[in-house]
């Protein structure tokens, strides 16, 4: 009788889905429950959540504490909120355990590479050379007491590569914390789903065509996880008639074309989104090196090969599904 009820419960679950722009990108909350207008508040506090993180850590609010930083850390310790200073530690350390693959104090060259693009040119050695010392993860303190101080006066904090995985989560445990066992959070791809859709095993989500924006190369079946891709197909520079991707090698300040793009299943948004990036700069040679640090993240990588694209699955074992025109290695 008891599974009865249960049953019925679950079938009388009703969905709502909303989206807002925020983080500079389209989000989109979807969820079950069984009282509409408390599905409808549960998702409105989801998007508060992820307003908040936005207000905290976008660097182009200069109020904000990553725009307080980049204008005073250098003189003095600035006190953050503390989310603000587990995502700045979380960056530093999978910028460490990748590397520097993954660097959020990169600003400095993908300011310059956007410079030149407006002045249709390649940037000069010696720009280069400048942004790249600027570049210095280890010139950003975290101290005990929950203050940050740069120890380089030329460092620039940017979390864009892993605050919208950071308010994904944090949508997602407002969710969760308001008794949801159904739902998905979508920030412009980075997404992480609660158990599986209403009356589903799991949530089947598609991963984008690299080339053909229409259409997609792959699937993967998800449930309590997250998934982010990173490509150089969207977004990027264009100097004269050479079009570069966006995604930069915080090593060498070049833009990076080893993949056309990663995708990485993890436990949360935060993880998936930092190391979709790390991943893509880095490319297939060393994604085993980098991925034993992490035993329950898989990633999809889709490079060329010769006329066709080839996607190859490294790290954890995930189910990952492949299009029947794109060849599938292991």
Known sequence: MAQADTL???????RKARMRYLLG?????EGYGSDDSQLSADIECAFTAM???EAQMSRFNPDSDIGRLNRLAYDAPIQVHPATYQVIRSALEIGSLTGGAFDPTLLPITQLWKQCEARNRMPHASELAHALHAINQDAVRLNADGTVVFTQPSVQLDLGG???GFAVDQAIDVLQGAGMTHGVVDAGGNLRVIGAPHSEVTWNIGVQHPLKAEELIASVELRDQAIA???NYERGVRVGDE???HLIDPRTGYPVDKVLSVSVVASTAMLADALSSALAVLGLACADQVLHNW??????FVVPQGDHL??????APCNWKVMQDVADKA
């Open 8 to 14: 019925k419960q679950k079938h009388s679950l009703k």
């Open 25 to 29: 990108t389209l989000c989109s909350i």
């Open 51 to 53: 307003k908040t993180v």
């Open 162 to 164: 892993i605050g919208k």
């Open 229 to 231: 891709t990173s490509g």
């Open 243 to 245: 079009w570069l991707g």
């Open 295 to 300: 035993s329950d993240v898989s990633a999809l």
């Open 310 to 315: 080839v996607c190859v699955a490294k790290g």
